[in-house]
């Protein structure tokens, strides 16, 4: 009886070895689970905050009165940029040509905001626009591989339309008149992140040129040489910079999104 009772208790312990072994092993493997559920969790919080910003930010935090970049212009030269209107929030109907209206649908839109700027020669104009998406991070993430393989946000078929507020320098900015643009697909926050500039003159007949070639160094176009594409990505620029503070919690994000 006596081996087979010391048999009995080898049998015991292994098997609570095994057992000791595998509750460690749930636990390490709980904890790394739980770990990556919370960072997830937190991403998808902030995705959510970014979708109900524009209800609470303050209009003059996400489109400041007057704007200062130290390097923004052609060949890192200081410029300075005053709003000289705030659209209403609307839906996005009319607010893009026909065919990046048609790109932009399968993400929705939630709302639409835009403000106009001049700099301060009065010269140039330059609308900057939030589109508040509808669709979730990965409906945010496959949008932003098709412009990327597409290349949609070079094609001068797919431009975003001016905000021309009347009595103000950028009352006959027109479809005619943009001369440049940039179109930013976000894909931590539920937004598209706009803008597009042109000459405060009324002029048509410059052929219209992406922002990110217009800021190309050795660019010669009438929209490089003129600043209109550094006018486009640097008020773009700043209105993402300063929705990613906001969603952060900051304060004060009219100053965050300086340069």
Same mark, same amino acid.
């Not at 979708?51 to 489109?63: G, I, K, N, Q, Y």
């Not at 009319?94 to 209206?101: I, K, S, Y």
């Not at 589109?131 to 975003?160: I, N, W, Y």
């Given at each position: 009886?006596?081996?087979?009772?010391?048999?009995?208790?080898?049998?015991?312990?292994?098997? !609570?070895?095994?057992?000791?072994?595998?509750?460690?092993?749930?636990?390490?493997?709980?904890?790394?689970?739980?770990?990556?559920?919370?960072?997830?969790?937190?991403?998808?919080?902030?995705?959510?905050?970014?979708?109900?910003?524009? =209800?609470?930010?303050?209009? *003059?935090?996400?489109?400041?009165?007057?704007?200062? %970049? *130290?390097?923004?212009?052609?060949?890192? %030269?200081?410029?300075?940029?005053?709003?000289?209107?705030?659209?209403?929030?609307?839906? !996005?109907?009319?607010?893009?040509?026909?065919?990046?209206?048609?790109?932009?649908?399968?993400?929705? !839109?939630?709302?639409?905001?835009?403000?106009?700027?001049?700099?301060? +020669?009065? +010269?140039?104009?330059?609308?900057?626009?939030?589109?508040? +998406? %509808?669709?979730?991070?990965?409906?945010?993430?496959?949008?932003?591989?098709?412009?990327? *393989?597409?290349?949609?946000?070079?094609? %001068?078929?797919?431009?975003?339309?001016?905000?021309?507020?009347?009595?103000?320098?950028?009352? =006959?900015?027109?479809?005619?008149?943009?001369?440049?643009?940039?179109?930013?697909?976000?894909?931590?926050?539920?937004?598209?992140?706009?803008?597009?500039?042109?000459?405060?003159?009324?002029?048509?007949?410059?052929?219209?040129?992406?922002?990110?070639?217009?800021?190309?160094?050795?660019? +010669?176009?009438?929209?490089?040489?003129?600043?209109?594409?550094?006018?486009?990505?640097?008020?773009?620029?700043?209105?993402?910079?300063?929705? =990613?503070?906001?969603?952060?919690?900051?304060?004060?994000?009219?100053?965050?999104?300086?340069?």
């Amino acid at each position: 009886m006596r081996p087979r009772a010391s048999a009995i208790r080898t049998a015991a312990a292994a098997t !609570c070895l095994i057992l000791g072994i595998g509750l460690i092993a749930g636990a390490a493997a709980g904890s790394w689970l739980t770990g990556a559920s919370g960072r997830q969790s937190a991403a998808e919080r902030a995705f959510e905050r970014g979708r109900a910003l524009w =209800h609470t930010l303050p209009v *003059d935090s996400l489109f400041p009165r007057r704007i200062h %970049a *130290d390097s923004a212009g052609p060949g890192g %030269a200081g410029r300075d940029w005053t709003r000289v209107g705030v659209a209403p929030e609307s839906d !996005c109907a009319g607010a893009f040509d026909a065919l990046l209206t048609k790109a932009l649908a399968p993400v929705g !839109c939630e709302r639409l905001l835009r403000a106009t700027y001049t700099d301060a +020669t009065a +010269t140039r104009v330059t609308t900057v626009g939030l589109l508040v +998406t %509808a669709t979730d991070g990965t409906g945010m993430r496959a949008l932003r591989k098709r412009f990327s *393989d597409e290349r949609l946000d070079r094609r %001068a078929d797919l431009m975003p339309r001016p905000y021309a507020p009347g009595g103000t320098v950028a009352e =006959h900015f027109g479809d005619a008149q943009r001369a440049s643009w940039h179109i930013g697909v976000l894909t931590d926050l539920p937004a598209v992140v706009y803008a597009v500039s042109g000459f405060a003159d009324a002029r048509t007949g410059t052929p219209p040129q992406p922002a990110a070639e217009a800021v190309a160094p050795g660019a +010669t176009t009438a929209p490089a040489q003129a600043g209109l594409g550094h006018d486009a990505m640097a008020l773009a620029d700043r209105l993402e910079r300063g929705l =990613h503070q906001a969603v952060r919690g900051g304060t004060g994000a009219a100053e965050g999104g300086r340069k």
